[in-house]
């Protein structure tokens, strides 16, 4: 097991009509900061319901955080906290709005240019302090709500960055805040928290036992209930198991003391931002490609994949490896999610923006062993096609 | 999946060679109070090595606090706290010494007769603060060092204490510091984190994916290193992964959501209390009789437990829950420790005082359905014997 540290104070509040304690949790006489997204909180209802928990209290309001949260957009909250004394920001959505809220919580303390706050080389934010913030979970995927992290859009690139300041200070997951989603995302969401939690496992084995055996008990639970989650969307515990598994697969837990490669998400953001696929649907692509092509770095680790969470033990190491790979792939389809880049109308001509993408934000060296090249890269892309 | 908050704000720095960041951890400017045990944080040098790490600091020593820690004890180190202006308390040893120094924590700043906190009925102690405190683990075991929970004795009576004040700021955990720890303490160590795993696991199910299978991971992880441990305790992997093990088995994660069964630890209270066997022994000795006595309550979860623990799936019902129970108590065995009372010297005429003892401190609803009475807790300890 390698060294780690593990600090994650974020209070989860989980269930069925959480929302009744919203008043108690946000802290009394805040100039308060509701940010949402698009039209969906307001047409069902849950902004509604954040304002009627929330009495008596100085509330504006934020609206339009797009997917792929932009810089321009954010900034113009950044505007109406400074200018109206915000104290706390109260997210309401799902990572797109957790994460915009983040860099506005960041970027309300910093005097300087705020644009210097995204550094592809340098996630860390020279921020030393935040406004205090809570979530309101609509949509679960990305683990926003209980980690520090967020990806902010401008000008064609997604950059990551992330503070000691930004743990939501607390994080309401009500399921049923979740059943009116639109399949799709739902779907986006079972991919996303499935690859941020082998990003964590299929690397090389370092003997960490508990890790393994959480992530995989992660990824068993996503492949358990998916299928109802996705068709019947107000199956409760079906749909509480979504959400608490997203949220655990990215709060530090699984990847505390273990190797991580997040190339799949490296090269997902370059094609989000420059053809604007989802994000979780450039995962679904990349995810059985990359493996393909690092098969021989990541082969004890997948051997354990295939067996303990597909139950795949008969064959060569290969064969077992392959039938992985395969039966991941025919998971995500299973969702209705294509693997494959021409799916979304691309080819091999598009291969050399995402090359150039990656060139001009230093992604020449990803994976956990640092050696995967712009050439290997490109090899992925290809069979990704 | 049951309603439930999750919060833990403890930050964990793991692995070897941590001890060096210690300087940091603690804040400047404070007067420290060093709790431990008895001679072996002296005997092995970790004293020493935590005041090398704390140069040019004021710092003060509580030396003594035993297993078990003794409420009249911990007052002494109250006093210390109060007379010498003390504003971090640093806890270097296992669970008797991080329980005792919570509870010198909390007791330092209340104002009433400090005996007020230890109420059988009410553990949540009636303190808004507590003095800051880091833990040093010398034994992995309780999990103390990263949760808000104790347990003080006092007049021959186990009472368990917890506060929002008493997370840890900082817990060090290094794997090397518990390499000296004898062969029958690691043994307690590995009952002890099993059997919270277990009394937060085997109770009835409430279809929580992530808490079943995170649960399920720690008893495999015991299991697979447990020989290893014991031993060769130098190996470092296996002992780090006993250490994190027990962190995560009673950090509130595999708790959260789902029912609780703790009659296996307040029984145990009852007889260590009563006749000194360790804690960790006691635990050993209930917990298959308790599950023999609950096998129909516990029913569903025992063959899960069976099947996924164990991988015992052929039989009947009744076979396959009997054989996971023998194979539990061999497991125990195996460690060196022994799962029947009279192997300690007691008899059937012991069992009237631990009822006694129960029934004094109001212990007659136990279990996840608070149908656990008396009577049935005699039929557990005759099971025992």
């Known amino acids: 097991m390698l060294n780690f540290d593990f600090y994650n104070p974020t209070h989860i509040v989980f269930g069925k009509d959480r929302m009744s304690e919203l008043d108690s949790l946000v802290p009394k006489n805040s100039n308060i900061l509701i940010t949402y997204g698009g039209g969906s909180v307001n047409k069902f209802g849950t902004l509604d319901k954040v304002l009627a928990n929330l009495p008596d209290r100085k509330i504006f309001q934020f609206g339009g955080i797009e997917p792929n949260p932009q810089y321009l957009t954010l900034m113009k909250a950044v505007e109406i906290v400074k200018n109206e004394d915000i104290d706390f920001i109260l997210a309401v959505g799902g990572g797109s709005v957790m994460d915009g809220s983040k860099f506005i919580a960041l970027a309300s303390c910093y005097s300087g240019n705020a644009l210097n706050l995204l550094n592809p080389d340098s996630p860390l934010a020279p921020v030393d302090c935040a406004i205090p913030m809570g979530t309101i979970v609509t949509l679960p995927a990305t683990g926003s709500e209980m980690n520090n992290g967020a990806v902010i859009s401008h000008n064609e690139t997604k950059v990551p960055i992330f503070s000691i300041h930004t743990f939501p200070k ?136 295939a067996a303990r969470v597909w139950n795949i033990t008969d064959g060569t190491d290969d064969e077992k490896i392959d039938l992985a790979i395969k039966t991941t792939s025919d998971f995500f389809e299973s969702l209705g999610v ?25 992604r020449t060296a990803l994976s956990e062993t640092k050696d995967l090249t712009l050439d290997i890269c490109r090899e992925i892309l290809i069979k990704a096609l």
Chains 1, 2 share one sequence.
């Open 170 to 305: 607390f994080s309401i997951l009500d399921p049923t805040l979740t059943f009116t989603l639109p399949k799709t995302q739902v779907a986006n969401g079972i991919i996303d928290t499935f690859i941020h939690t082998v990003e964590q496992y299929v690397t090389y084995p370092v003997n960490a036992g508990f890790q393994d055996r959480t992530a995989e008990g992660i990824l068993q639970t996503l492949i358990e209930v998916s299928d109802t989650t996705l068709n019947n969307p107000e199956d409760y515990d079906a749909r509480a198991n979504l959400v608490w598994c997203s949220t655990m697969a990215l709060n530090g837990l699984i990847g505390s003391g273990v190797p991580q490669d997040w190339t799949t998400h490296m090269i997902g953001h370059e094609i989000t931002a420059l053809f604007g696929i989802d994000h979780a649907k450039t995962l679904a692509i990349l995810q059985p490609a990359i493996w393909k092509v690092r098969k021989e770095k990541k082969k004890a680790k997948l051997l354990q994949y």
């Open 338 to 362: 294509s693997t494959k880049l021409s799916a979304y109308g691309l080819n091999e001509k598009n291969i050399d923006s995402i090359i150039a993408s990656l060139a001009k934000n230093n």
